[in-house]
């Protein structure tokens, strides 16, 4: 079965960037809508952004100008650049298909914090 890997969290000042990544193995990726959802603690999991797989994509409302996402078809790969990092960003940030079709990861911490 399919596993993601989600990787590049980490501790960060507010103001702050962080670049995240996310690996599809097998042939699923290159015909797939992914996406990028994040979940703090005691809250629901959200939608974050959205890449097709010709790379039109979307993001949050909420995030947009901050947030950017991207796909390496060649590596199976979807990134998520977040900028301008605030205390409200901090949560576990997972990728799956936009469909919610693979098994959830263990997904990365993202901690804004000073």
């Known amino acids: 079965q399919v596993q993601v890997v989600e990787s590049g969290g980490d501790l960060v000042q507010p103001g702050g960037s962080l670049t995240l990544s996310c690996v599809v193995p097998?042939?699923?990726?290159?015909?797939?809508?992914m996406a990028w959802y994040r979940q703090a603690s005691g809250k629901e999991r959200e939608w974050v952004a959205l890449?097709?797989?010709?790379?039109?994509?979307n993001v949050a409302s909420a995030l947009r100008g901050r947030f950017t996402i991207s796909r390496d078809n060649a590596k199976n790969i979807v990134y998520l650049r977040m900028d301008g990092l605030k205390s409200e960003d901090t949560a576990v940030y997972y990728c799956?298909?936009?469909?919610?079709?693979?098994?959830w990861g263990q997904g990365t911490q993202v901690t804004v914090s000073s």
């Open positions: 799956n298909t936009a469909d919610d079709q693979l098994p």
């Open positions: 097998g042939t699923i990726f290159t015909s797939k809508t």
């Open positions: 890449i097709g797989t010709s790379g039109l994509h």
